[in-house]
């Protein structure tokens, strides 16, 4: 402690004091020049550096969600365009159940060969008026039919396989007049048209 207070009385006396103070003036007028020179130079460019990749970050994170984004629309646009294409399929398929209007007619006639098959007799064939629904118009028609029960369920499984589409909606049966062992049915069936829109 004693030599501490011996070096700053050295220091403090006389001439040494003004050349330590000269000393010490030059070196904080040299560091605050070089501080203005150099160090606050570099520490703007830092900062301005650091801002410029502050904001690059910034800007790259909104692309990379906007091409996220991107990316996910254009995986549900494939979605939705297959099963756009897949329902488009079954529609094809459908319409090419469903009967043209030139084809309700020869439909219609073509119930009785079924009857031929499985030896059940069309007594008669009456259709009714056309219902029109917003996509399709539905005809229905009635069947009489006699033969026998067996015979007549096979007839009914034969009607609902056929290439074009017919619905049976009600069945109702009775005794053949003729023959005990033969039934009568009174099938009541529809099959639709397809509206092509215009």
Not at 30 to 52: C, H, L, M, R, S
Not at 68 to 95: G, N, P, T
């Amino acid at each position: 402690m004693d030599r501490l207070k011996q070096f700053f009385r050295k220091l403090l006396t006389g001439r040494k004091l003004v050349v330590n103070m000269v000393f010490f003036l030059s070196l904080i007028i040299g560091f605050a020049v070089f501080q203005n020179i150099y160090i606050f130079p570099k520490q703007k460019k830092i900062e301005a550096a650091t801002e410029d990749l502050m904001q690059l970050t910034r800007e790259m994170s909104a692309l990379q969600i906007r091409v996220d984004d991107k990316k996910l629309r254009a995986r549900q646009e494939a979605v939705v365009l297959e099963k756009y294409r897949s329902l488009e399929e079954r529609l094809e398929r459908a319409k090419e159940m469903l009967p043209t209007r030139d084809d309700v007619s020869g439909m219609l006639e073509g119930l009785t060969e079924p009857g031929r098959r499985t030896n059940v007799t069309v007594l008669s064939l009456l259709p009714y008026p056309p219902e029109d629904r917003p996509k399709l118009t539905r005809f229905s028609f009635k069947l009489q039919l006699e033969g026998r029960y067996r015979n007549i369920g096979r007839y009914l499984a034969i009607l609902e396989t056929l290439d074009r589409l017919i619905v049976v909606d009600n069945v109702q049966l009775s005794g053949s007049e003729g023959d005990s062992r033969n039934v009568q049915a009174q099938v009541l069936a529809s099959t639709y048209l397809f509206k092509e829109e215009r």
